[in-house]
């Protein structure tokens, strides 16, 4: 960084420190261009990737059949626990399948383009296929829940409301209806936005990514 940037970036500790509403949520922050490159996404460095970037996760030709996106991952076939102890295998969008596809560490990092693979995800970033120490998603985090709960309007923000860069995805339940439900894709952009921490989709400053949906 130059030096003037850390000056300007002192400044804006100050003003920030003067003015506590440059700490509140700001319903207009939106991701910046992504740059997968150089994030934790960027797999070329690692021996597995056979020094790949996109691959890994997609391909131009052969993708897998009834997955969007010319998926090249092999997907999971775990069945998990959900936040709330129940479970399922059918219980999130497809986005969040794909995540699950390596972070639930069933299915090695290597297995994609029909391959099998050998190196798995390190614990650190492993979810598991238990998610009950997790944030509710899919199935269990319905936004709104059908029917609407009498507490709800109280403690959630109208999905209208939620800052265009925390995106509901759609899932489709068990009788084929689809339903808005919380994602990893809501928090995350698996192509990191430049400057966000852990791929997320924007700053969790003062929690603002929580106070996207919760009203507390
Ligand atoms: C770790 C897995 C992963 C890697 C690596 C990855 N992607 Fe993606 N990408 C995804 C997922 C998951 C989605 C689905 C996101 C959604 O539906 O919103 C996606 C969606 C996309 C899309 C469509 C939606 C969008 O965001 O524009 C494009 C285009 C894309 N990726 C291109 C790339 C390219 C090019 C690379 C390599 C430079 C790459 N991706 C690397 C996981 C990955
Ligand atoms: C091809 C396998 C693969 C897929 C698919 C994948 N990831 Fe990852 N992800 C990884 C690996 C491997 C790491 C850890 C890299 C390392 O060890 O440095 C990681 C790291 C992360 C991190 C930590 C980033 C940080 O800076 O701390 C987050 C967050 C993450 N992934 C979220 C997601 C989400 C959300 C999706 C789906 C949209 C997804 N991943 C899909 C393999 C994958
Ligand atoms: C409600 C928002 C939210 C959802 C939904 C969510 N995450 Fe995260 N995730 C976060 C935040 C915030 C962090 C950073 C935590 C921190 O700063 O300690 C994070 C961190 C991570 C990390 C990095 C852990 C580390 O030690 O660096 C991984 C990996 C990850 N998430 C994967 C996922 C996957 C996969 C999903 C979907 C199954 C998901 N997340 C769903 C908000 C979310
Ligand atoms: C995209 C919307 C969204 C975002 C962003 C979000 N949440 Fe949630 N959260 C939900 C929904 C939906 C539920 C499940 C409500 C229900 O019980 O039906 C939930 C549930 C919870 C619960 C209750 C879990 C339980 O055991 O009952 C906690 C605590 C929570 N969220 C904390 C957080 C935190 C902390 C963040 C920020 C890292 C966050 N949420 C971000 C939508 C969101």
Redesign the pocket.
Known sequence: MPKSSHVFAAIGVLLSLGNPARAQFNPMEQPRVGGIVGSKHDFSSMAWSGGEICKPCHTPHFAMANLPRLWNHTMSSATYTL?DGSGGQEDFDVGTRMCLSCHDGTVALDSFGGQVGSSFIPARFRLGTDLSDD??IGA????P?SPQPSWWAGA?RDPSQ?PAA?P?KEWIDGGGQPRMV?SCL??HNPHRQSGYPHLLNMR?VA?A??L???IK
């Open positions: 936040h944030h509710p269990e985090a319905q936004y829940p959630f939620i925390l509901l919380v809501s928090c969790n929690s990514i929580c996207g949906c919760h």
